[in-house]
């Protein structure tokens, strides 16, 4: 019992300052618990670390779930996840309630304007960021581009879905490392989870149009699914699957506030899930919540113990780097719409993007001092 609450502790007290992202949440993590409680080896961290980034699903949040799975098993992984999610999903709670009872109030309109603004610049700035990470040769490079140039003109669901997996298999064929090939490979999973991620799958998605409940679940399960490369890939992903049961500017709206709390980005899920279910915002806000979060989880748990067999088949490598720079050009395309057309509406919001741009990536200014001033940035844009 003192275990899980000293799991329970750590995780809620980083759940609560750990702002910044995926990669803050990463480093935060690494400090608390390889350097100073030393619950985990450098080694064995840097596998669950390498591990989140092959999945699908909140890297960040997989990471926290493995090292409570590592500190006390099952309960212990399912302790860290409520710990360091629950002040982001209280925090998302009260702002989808506060943009209900705010709608019309220019101040607020202001101040939802300037974070549209933010989240350009934040998507702009993850877009450059997973390129130079993810894209170093001509190849990754091309697959970028050009999945890029498909999803701005064929911007739909299926068509992502079919570009990742034709990434997959140029990745396969030309991407694979030939110095691991002669290396013998035992690959295991652990098959509870994984089947019981295929059946939610289907069976979430053969009760869908049973009620708007069902309808939650199916999507964002669907939507954790499907999400390689952090947070603000959710965005296409789930501005297709939602198309026409939510208006773009309380999507963006949704976005913009996960920016301002700390913890992870799914919790846009929270905000989302209370606006999709008028009738009893706040039991759709946990279905939506839990259920984006579900599958990587799972999928986690599928590979956690047989991760360092796995990482030597060269072909699985080589697929997960074509996917990864698939990623960047759908990020890109949703750079364009329907992020940058629904709040860059004039040569002023253009200015204020550059200057935030210019503020994060050569200034290092802090996330909160950029939603700060974006804000109130907003609000002088709003007046004049």
């Known amino acids: ?212 409940y069902w309808q939650l679940a199916a999507d964002f399960y669907q939507a954790g699914s499907m999400v390689f490369g952090g947070g603000h890939v959710v965005i296409p992903l789930l501005q297709n699957l939602l198309a026409g049961q939510l208006s773009i500017d309380t999507f963006l709206t949704g976005y913009a506030a996960a920016q301002t709390v700390p913890g992870p980005m799914f919790t846009l899920a929270t905000f989302l899930g209370f606006h999709l279910s008028p009738d009893a915002p706040y039991i759709g806000a946990i279905i939506a919540t839990l259920s984006i979060f579900l599958p990587g989880f799972l999928l986690m748990l599928t590979l956690l113990k047989h991760w360092q067999n796995l990482a030597k088949q060269p072909k699985l490598m080589g697929a997960m780097q074509a996917i990864n720079a698939a990623v960047v050009g759908l990020l890109a395309s949703a750079l364009y719409f329907p992020v940058f057309t629904s709040s860059v509406l004039n040569a002023v919001d253009m200015a204020v993007v550059v200057l935030g741009f210019y503020c994060l990536r050569q200034l290092k200014v802090p996330i909160v001092g950029l939603v700060l001033g974006f804000g109130l940035l907003g609000i002088i844009i709003n007046l004049g």
């Open 1 to 212: 019992m003192n275990s899980y609450f000293d799991i329970f502790k750590q995780f809620l007290l980083l759940g609560a300052i750990s702002f910044g992202g995926p990669a803050a949440h990463i480093g935060y993590f690494h400090q608390k618990f390889v350097q100073q409680l030393r619950w985990i080896s450098q080694e064995k961290y840097g596998q669950i670390v390498a591990l989140s980034q092959f999945l699908p699903g909140p890297g960040s949040s997989q990471v926290g779930f493995a090292l409570g799975y590592h500190k006390a098993g099952i309960a212990g992984a399912i302790t860290a996840f409520i710990a360091f999610t629950l002040p982001s999903v209280i925090l998302m709670l009260a702002l989808a309630q506060l943009s209900n009872q705010l709608s019309d109030n220019s101040y607020f309109y202001g101040i939802t304007h300037g974070l549209k603004l933010l989240a350009v610049v934040v998507i702009t700035d993850a877009v450059v960021t997973m390129f130079i990470s993810f894209c170093q040769s001509t190849l990754t490079k091309s697959i970028a581009v050009f999945t890029g140039i498909i999803l701005l003109v064929f911007s739909t669901l299926l068509m992502q879905l079919v570009v990742l997996v034709v990434a997959g298999l140029i990745g396969m064929k030309y991407l694979t490392n030939s110095a691991l090939e002669s290396q013998p490979v035992k690959s295991t999973f652990s098959w509870w989870p994984l089947s019981l991620f295929i059946a939610l799958l289907v069976l979430l998605s053969a009760f869908s149009s049973e009620s708007i």
